[in-house]
């Protein structure tokens, strides 16, 4: 089966986005990594003042690195002139992702991968994306996530976290599962 991760990159504040959408996103310059087909953004500084962001966007699959693993960047040649996402020329049979990189008008991180399922048996691909200040942090990300028993070992970690911080500020149950509603509108209302 074919299983295919979509994400439009910004790299910037939403209030710039939300401004002016596709000035917002020439900024953004992608490279896709030979070695494992990892997705890389950078958005160049317009101010002095402006964070150092880099993304990552990669898989981790079980059978290894993939010799059929597709890579795009470049949301018309994913999505097609004319069409949705629902609807995307990337899903039409035969369409491989190109593999294109560098700026685009209106960049993205699609990444897909080939897997073949045995019978009575399962196979769990993991998607990761991460943020950092710049590549070599994101290296060390790879290096730490790109395993099969990462995203467990990250999920218990966070669960982990959210008690102890939970416990620090003495909230109850019911505390926190307000302050989370709440916090959704403050992050992204």
Excluded: C
């Excluded at 990892?38 to 898989?59: E, G, S």
């Excluded at 991460?130 to 994101?138: K, T």
């Excluded at 999920?155 to 102890?164: E, N, Y």
């Amino acid at each position: 089966i074919e299983v295919t991760s979509f994400a439009e990159l910004v790299l910037g504040n939403e209030a710039s986005d939300n401004a002016h959408p596709a000035f917002s996103k020439m900024f953004v310059e992608t490279e896709v990594a030979p070695n494992n087909g990892a997705i890389f953004a950078t958005r160049r500084k317009r101010d002095k003042n402006d964070p150092d962001l880099t993304m990552v966007h990669f898989v981790t699959d079980p059978s290894g690195p993939s010799r059929d693993a597709e890579a795009e960047t470049d949301r018309r040649a994913f999505i097609g002139r004319g069409r949705t996402i629902a609807d995307a020329v990337a899903f039409d049979p035969g369409v491989r992702l190109s593999g294109s990189q560098g700026f685009t008008l209106d960049p993205v991180a699609a990444l897909r991968r080939q897997v073949r399922v045995p019978a009575n048996k399962k196979i769990s691909l993991t998607f990761w994306t991460a943020v950092g200040a710049n590549r070599a942090e994101l290296d060390e990300a790879i290096a730490r996530l790109d395993h099969q028993e990462s995203f467990a070992r990250q999920a218990m970690l966070a669960w982990t976290r959210s008690q102890v911080q939970t416990r620090h500020l003495g909230l109850s149950l019911t505390d926190a599962a307000n302050v989370q509603k709440l916090a959704r509108y403050l992050i992204y209302p």
